[in-house]
């Protein structure tokens, strides 16, 4: 990968982030957090210009102020519901992000893309019905979220039945890792504590990250098709 330095770095950080979590310590959150997004985003921003490089830019920028804000939701409610709007949005840019990309088939498998579309509903109905009776003045917000991010993963399995192997993979699989993310968070939260919640939040987060960033890229390659 053009500049593979990034992308290393990165999965250094990510590691000793999750160790660090994994130990307890917290608070160190503060600290290590806010660096990870903007480092994979160098990633992306110094590989070669290609058309929706500056929508993934885009998404990683929200993503990164999403992580920041939710640092601080000790503070107070608002803090998470500013988290939670921000992430809404980059799932919103990730959606047009994953529309615009190059397809080599003009149709998609349509019995396999329905039974999938219906899986990603059921998710959905399963999560909000779970969650509803403990979200309170949050239900509508969060339901509003539950239906983004899974219509973030339809878009993401559409790809991976139209676009080019193995950037339909990863981006497809990044999605999926998105959606675990965001499901312990949510049930952690408003239904039931799990233990070490913040350790697979965030392994299953960086993950997330690091597969749509590398995803996307595989999907712009050079003309000489570039290894990445």
């Not at 993401?156 to 959606?179: C, H, M, R, S, T």
């Given at each position: 990968m053009r500049n593979s330095s990034f992308f290393k770095i990165y999965l250094a950080f990510s590691i000793v982030y999750l160790i660090i979590l994994l130990s307890g310590y917290e608070r160190?959150?503060?600290?290590?957090?806010?660096?990870l997004i903007p480092i994979i985003g160098f990633g992306a921003y110094f590989y070669r210009k290609f058309p929706t490089q500056n929508i993934l830019l885009a998404a990683l920028v929200l993503s990164w102020l999403g992580d920041v804000i939710l640092l601080f939701t000790d503070l107070?409610?608002?803090?998470?519901?500013?988290?939670?709007?921000?992430?809404l949005t980059a799932h919103i840019v990730y959606c047009v992000l994953f529309n615009k990309q190059k397809r080599i088939r003009k149709r998609q498998n349509k019995p396999l893309f329905i039974f999938g579309s219906v899986l990603i509903a059921f998710y959905l109905i399963g999560?909000?019905?779970v969650l509803m009776p403990h979200l309170g003045d949050l239900e509508i917000p969060v339901s509003i979220y539950a239906s983004v991010i899974s219509?973030?993963?339809?878009?993401?399995?559409?790809?991976f039945l139209v676009w080019e192997k193995p950037g339909n993979q990863?981006?497809?699989?990044?999605?999926?890792?998105?959606?675990?993310?965001?499901?312990?968070?949510a049930v952690n939260k408003f239904y039931t504590p799990i233990p070490k919640s913040s350790f697979?939040?965030?392994?299953?987060?960086?993950?997330a990250q690091y597969l749509i960033v590398v995803g996307v890229l595989k999907?712009?390659?050079?003309?000489?098709?570039?290894?990445?």
């Amino acid at each position: 990968m053009r500049n593979s330095s990034f992308f290393k770095i990165y999965l250094a950080f990510s590691i000793v982030y999750l160790i660090i979590l994994l130990s307890g310590y917290e608070r160190f959150d503060l600290f290590l957090k806010p660096i990870l997004i903007p480092i994979i985003g160098f990633g992306a921003y110094f590989y070669r210009k290609f058309p929706t490089q500056n929508i993934l830019l885009a998404a990683l920028v929200l993503s990164w102020l999403g992580d920041v804000i939710l640092l601080f939701t000790d503070l107070g409610e608002i803090y998470f519901i500013l988290g939670l709007v921000c992430f809404l949005t980059a799932h919103i840019v990730y959606c047009v992000l994953f529309n615009k990309q190059k397809r080599i088939r003009k149709r998609q498998n349509k019995p396999l893309f329905i039974f999938g579309s219906v899986l990603i509903a059921f998710y959905l109905i399963g999560m909000v019905s779970v969650l509803m009776p403990h979200l309170g003045d949050l239900e509508i917000p969060v339901s509003i979220y539950a239906s983004v991010i899974s219509i973030m993963l339809l878009f993401a399995f559409n790809g991976f039945l139209v676009w080019e192997k193995p950037g339909n993979q990863l981006v497809f699989l990044g999605a999926i890792f998105f959606i675990i993310s965001d499901s312990i968070l949510a049930v952690n939260k408003f239904y039931t504590p799990i233990p070490k919640s913040s350790f697979f939040i965030m392994l299953t987060y960086l993950l997330a990250q690091y597969l749509i960033v590398v995803g996307v890229l595989k999907l712009n390659p050079k003309k000489e098709q570039q290894e990445v």
